[in-house]
């Protein structure tokens, strides 16, 4: 691990305005991503802001009938409000799939969203990464890459976001607040908040520089049965292959998130509104521009197979 300062800030603006105050700064909170990957010398931040003790970690509900969740809440907390577990329990089965106890007593809300790739290449320092160092390639698109992207990707990034809360957030139409160094406050769909990896998969949200996240917020429930798959190598403590997450009403309708798929959370909202869930035509359309891999070309019928399984479960 290399040398780097430190501070411990007070408020989320202070925050922000020392990460602009100080290039190559990073918010540190849970640190259950961060800490590792500075310990592989992946991130090596010249100076380190300690936000863990702001005043951040609660649920409040909304004057529109949602949730306003703290940034620095924990997995643990969040997975087990009973107002989560009552009214959005897609996000509260997400969490539960997401990790180990232990991990989860420590990640954050807004690290949770934050995380980076487990993509193999990416850390692997020995090997070209351009998430890692841009421009150096991507050796995952030529190696193994059972695990990784089939949508979304290209030629220079074919890495997946590892978030399972992620997917629940994006079923949910979340909604992420932030800061910056000027004290203005910012409100992002989760729609637009990650970046496909085109020519700059280096750069995987819209947060601006010293952004800093400060809540999600959550619209009111939708009722309907809520399902949160999610598809791996072993039963537990393990990254999605495939996730589904979904959110279906009795006239049919509902919202379908994947997981494992892309560099984000895979949704559209206008092939939900066009075809039957979980009809080959949905899947096929939701997928089509799909370029999977030799090696995980497995993943479209994977996919099919889990939302049809949510379906019938539904349905019983």
């Known amino acids: 691990m290399k040398s780097f300062t430190y501070e411990r800030v007070h408020t989320p603006a202070e925050a922000a305005a020392a990460a602009a105050r100080m290039p190559g700064s990073k918010f540190l909170a849970g640190g259950t991503n961060l800490l590792d990957l500075m310990k592989l010398q992946i991130e090596t931040p010249v100076h380190l802001i300690d936000i863990g003790k702001l005043e951040l970690n ?7 009938g949602g949730l306003r969740i703290g940034a620095l809440l924990s997995n643990t907390d969040l997975a087990s409000d009973a107002s989560v577990r009552r ?21 954050t809300t807004a690290g949770n969203l934050l ?21 150096s390639g991507c050796a995952a698109i030529n190696g193994y890459s059972r695990q ?10 074919i890495a997946t976001h590892p978030s399972d809360m992620a997917v629940a957030m994006m079923a949910l139409d979340a909604t992420i607040e932030t800061v910056n160094p000027k004290g203005k406050v910012r409100s992002i769909p989760i729609a637009d908040f990650y970046r496909l990896p085109g020519k700059t998969p280096h750069i995987e949200t819209v947060l601006g520089k010293a952004e800093l996240i400060t809540s999600v917020i959550l619209p009111p429930p939708t009722g309907g049965m809520h399902f949160y798959h999610k598809v791996r190598d072993r039963s537990s403590y393990a990254f999605a292959l495939v996730s589904v997450g979904a959110i279906l009403q009795n006239d049919g309708s509902g919202r379908i998130a994947l997981g494992g798929v892309a560099a ?29 891999t030799h090696e995980n070309a497995f993943k479209i019928k994977l996919v099919e197979r889990t939302l049809e399984g949510i379906l019938k479960e539904g349905r019983s």
Do not use: M
């Open 264 to 292: 984000k959370p895979w949704r559209s909202e206008s092939i939900e509104k066009l075809l039957p869930l979980g009809s080959k035509a949905f899947t096929e359309k939701l997928l089509a521009k799909a370029r999977p």
């Open 87 to 107: 009214d959005y329990q897609i996000l509260s089965r997400a969490l539960l799939a997401g990790a180990s106890g232990q991990l989860r007593n420590k990640a």
């Open 58 to 64: 609660k649920i409040e509900h909304t004057s529109s």
């Open 115 to 135: 995380q980076r790739t487990r993509c193999p290449y990416f850390y692997d320092t020995n090997q070209p990464c351009n998430k890692r160092v841009p421009g």
């Open 148 to 157: 990784l992207a089939v949508i979304g990707s290209g030629d220079a990034c």
